[in-house]
């Protein structure tokens, strides 16, 4: 690509543009079988040469000393744009997550959270996200920078031939692979929520969102009255009164607690919403109200729960 040349190192994602097909065209001359026939005395004649030349006495060939080559320099160490493909979490974030339970609070906190990284078809869009918001461009480019595991994310809004330089904007990182050759954690600086800080993010090796469900509220848990409430890292709630599948609200502005709710993919017409907060050791459920974000929590409690 004119912008940015890739000299030998760069993992490009763009297209190659088709030739015109008036450009690519020979006229040919006389009839198939009179280039069947040429072809065929062309191909005899050069045999019959390399014969002659093999039964010809020639003289012995004296070896020539070789020029003395120099070295090839050192190769850097090559990061393909297969080597990120993934989900990307922001360290500060797992770690409040881990200690509050309440993803609402921490999306209010943490600065960048999660990037990801996802091949469609010759492309390698990035979507960079908040919980609240989410940027979406296409990687052009990955690049080596002048210090050992630096590098930079060449991206634009799309992935298309032509693309100018002052399209470009770019996303520094750093890595380095671990003992089987996997980078599984980077240091990433992007522009829109981190301001270029340089935050660690953690290649997920699960779905977000059974991480999400195992860290927050996953678990077998009993009512003061000895009802049984349960919910599994797949997303699957069960009540008293009613099972359904659940995702946990990651979007502070959803509502003014913690929330869950019926999953959007699994049960799209759900309309199940219940608030939730950790009291230490109890899980306290709240009853919601409204029929748009951001949805209001009862004051108290409709449940109040241990683990069993």
Known sequence: MEATPTGGWVMRSGRTASRDENSSRVETFGTRAQWRGAAVLALCALFACAQARAQDPQPAEQPQPQPQKPAPPKQRDRVYLTDLEGTWISRDYLERLRASRAPHATGRQAAGIAIKIQREGNSY????????????????????????????????????????????????????????????????????????????????????????????????YVDADGNYYEFTEDGEATLPDTAFAYEVSLDPGHASCELLLSHREREPEGTQRIGFAWAGAELRLYRVTGKKTPYKCAAKPFAVLKRQ
């Open 125 to 220: 869009p990035i979507a960079i996200t908040n919980f609240q918001r989410v940027v979406l461009q296409a990687i052009i480019d990955v690049q080596p920078e002048a210090k050992p595991k630096e590098y930079r994310l060449a991206v634009a809004q799309e992935d298309r031939p032509g693309i100018r330089a002052s399209e470009l904007t770019y996303i520094a990182f750093r890595g380095e692979r671990s003992a089987d050759g996997v980078f599984r954690t980077l240091s990433i600086a992007e522009p829109t929520f981190a301001k270029r800080r340089f935050l660690t993010y953690l290649r997920l090796s699960e779905p977000l969102e059974t991480l999400v469900n195992r860290l927050v509220i996953a678990g077998q």
